[in-house]
């Protein structure tokens, strides 16, 4: 399965400069299948939804919570190990080949560690989510998905580690395949179990979190099948098992965790920004999370273009070619800045009928159409954040980004939508009006980073 841009690289040795370095073109025709990906993913939270709405209220949100937790569970260790895409890259652009395998290893070698870290906190998941003050007629059914739901951790680290190393070489229709084909199986499964079809019992909730492990696991079997095959053996020795040096997982925690911090950090500031519209009228809410659910997926083709700026910075800076890593690094992020500005647009020009769609409440739509201009406006700064951070990445510039998120958004970001929404009593207008804020300084901070250049001469 692997691509035609990979077959190119083999022809032409070591080396990974081919007619379409560096241009648009490779951009594209690299995103696209990430987007077909993570467009998959979430509609997979769209099925979970739906089917769990024919089960009770209380169990649809359950279902929404549950999984917002398990992602907050899982977001460090993933976002860590999305590091190896620059690790692999670096060394295929290098042609060393000899030395792919062995962060991947790494990688796996946390994985029962981590996994055993997160599951010793399962007996406690129901007091902490009535800490979180979740409903009471809510709350035990987030606990019963959740602990079925993390069950999955290991399947899903063992995604993130392989799925980094098929791109990290370029592959990226690969990993493309494997998660829709395990978003089948996923949602397949769960119409089986939720209502007990063809002989099954009926589990209900349970069901569902049993279907997304089980889906987790196929996923994880077909990316492993793909890593240790014959041809990526043949090529990078992927079957000859290597016990991982310290100095390898310190590599790995060093370049790793501020991604995975930064994750967080970013789920933190949105998740308290929601927190806040919850306090606010209802038609503000229902606006805010309108909005909310339409950046999630507009913003997705920048967040794949995000991912191809990393592996290709990493390939050409692996082959000593900084002329084509800047080439490609201006590519992704030309392309990446100026797909956010056509969604801004096309959000402003079309607002009424966008909000109307999701609610046809005057007072939701009054609201709604004036927060979409915001929203607008955010679009093409969060661009330049997505897209810069992953060329950042692909040179192993993962520090600086945290600490842009961190100023921008926890010293930044919190005070201005208090300040904003409630001492100015701008209320949902103002937080978003922070939350735009938020998106410009990010993108100052990165974009001065980027264009010093210091991350051309960088070594990890």
Not at 87 to 101: N, P
Request: overall charge positive.
């Amino acid at each position: 399965m692997e691509t035609k841009r990979q077959q190119t690289v083999e022809k032409n040795g070591n080396g990974v400069v081919n007619s379409n370095s560096g241009t648009v073109r490779e951009v594209a025709f690299m995103s696209f299948p990430i987007v077909i990906a993570f467009l998959s993913f979430s509609m997979m939270g769209i099925v979970d939804t739906l089917i769990m709405g024919r089960v009770g209220t209380a169990q649809q949100g359950a279902v929404g919570l549950g999984g917002l937790l398990a992602w907050g569970l899982t977001a460090l260790f993933a976002g860590s190990f999305t590091t190896l895409n620059t690790f692999v890259a670096q060394d295929f652009g290098a042609g060393a080949y000899e030395k792919i395998r062995r962060p991947v290893y790494a990688a796996i070698f946390l994985i029962p560690f981590i996994t055993a870290f997160v599951w010793i906190w399962i007996p406690w998941f129901p007091d902490l989510i009535r800490l979180f003050g979740t409903e009471a007629t809510v709350a035990p059914f987030v606990a019963q998905y959740l602990k079925i739901r993390i069950l999955g951790l290991p399947f899903v680290l063992m995604n993130f580690a392989t799925v980094s190393f098929l791109r990290g070489l370029g592959d990226m229709r690969t990993p493309m395949i494997n998660t829709i084909l395990a978003n089948i199986i996923n949602a397949v499964l769960s119409i089986v179990l939720v209502f007990g079809l063809f002989g099954f019992a009926k589990m209900g909730l349970s069901g569902a979190a049993v279907a997304s492990v089980i889906g987790a696991f196929f996923e994880s079997l077909f990316n492993c099948a793909i890593f240790w095959s014959r041809k990526n053996h043949d090529r990078f020795r992927t079957r000859s098992v290597c016990r991982p040096r310290f100095d390898e997982i310190a590599r790995l925690v060093k370049v790793g965790l501020p991604i995975g911090l930064m994750w967080i950090a970013d789920i933190m500031v949105w998740t308290l920004f929601s927190v806040y519209s919850a306090t606010l009228a209802p038609a503000s809410l229902a606006a805010h999370m309108i909005l909310f659910q339409v950046l999630h997926l507009s913003f997705l083709p920048a967040a794949a273009i995000s991912v191809v700026g990393q592996t290709l910075v990493g390939q050409y800076i692996g082959a000593e070619r900084i002329d084509l890593a800047t080439k490609a690094a201006n590519r992704s992020i030309a392309v990446g800045v100026g797909y956010m500005a056509l969604a801004g647009i096309a959000m402003a020009l079309f607002r009424y009928p966008l909000i109307s769609a999701f609610n046809p409440d005057p007072e939701v739509i009054f609201v709604g159409v004036r927060l979409t201009l915001i929203a607008a406006m955010f679009q093409p700064f969060d661009g330049v954040c997505i897209t810069i951070s992953g060329v950042l990445r692909g040179a192993g510039d993962t520090a600086y980004p945290l600490f842009a998120v961190l100023f921008a958004g926890i010293v930044i970001f919190g005070p201005s939508v208090y300040i904003l929404g409630e001492v100015l009593n701008w209320g949902i207008y103002g937080a978003w009006g922070a939350a735009l804020i938020y998106a410009l300084l990010f993108a100052v901070l990165v974009g001065i980073r980027y264009w010093r250049g210091a991350w051309k001469s960088m070594k990890i």
